[in-house]
């Protein structure tokens, strides 16, 4: 009997563990996704991946809605937008939080955007799919050196 526990035990942590990388997985591909459909100007992509309450905070706009955003999308025009030391974080088998720090070559309104920054997202499933329900960009204080 006892055996049979261990063994159980075993094959629920191993269940466990695949559904959590199959998780990062589809997270972190629609990640990628979302991006490259941002940096296109790909509309009917990013409503697919975006929840109609999305929100988004930059240090120079916010928006409270995914169709206020994409009203404004041709407002951005990035020509890098790269991506280190993504995380993705399970909050529970339908919420991720995705952390990383994105290095941005771009401007919004003719005016560039601060880099590099630090980006958290949160990433709900609904419906079977993974969408971005927050995407939030705090930029990293470039320190200057001090001459003495």
Not at 15 to 21: E, L, M, Q, R, T
Request: charged residues 25%; proline residues 3%.
């Amino acid at each position: 009997m006892r055996r049979q526990c261990i063994v159980a035990a075993i094959v629920i942590a191993v269940s466990a563990a695949a559904k959590a990388d199959d998780m990062n997985t589809e997270v972190e591909r629609s990640v990628h996704t979302i991006q490259t459909a941002f940096n296109k100007g790909d509309v009917s992509t990013l409503q697919a991946l975006m929840t109609d309450d999305h929100m988004t905070v930059l240090s120079y706009a916010q928006f409270s809605d995914a169709a206020s955003q994409l009203k404004v999308l041709s407002e951005f025009r990035f020509s890098n937008y790269a991506v280190d030391g993504l995380a993705v974080k399970a909050l529970s088998p339908d919420v991720a939080m995705v952390t990383y720090r994105a290095t941005i070559k771009g401007t919004f309104k003719g005016r560039a955007v601060p880099s590099p920054v630090d980006v958290t997202e949160v990433w709900v499933k609904r419906d079977a799919k993974w969408r971005q329900a927050a995407y939030i960009e705090t930029p990293l204080q470039q320190h200057k050196s001090r001459r003495s």
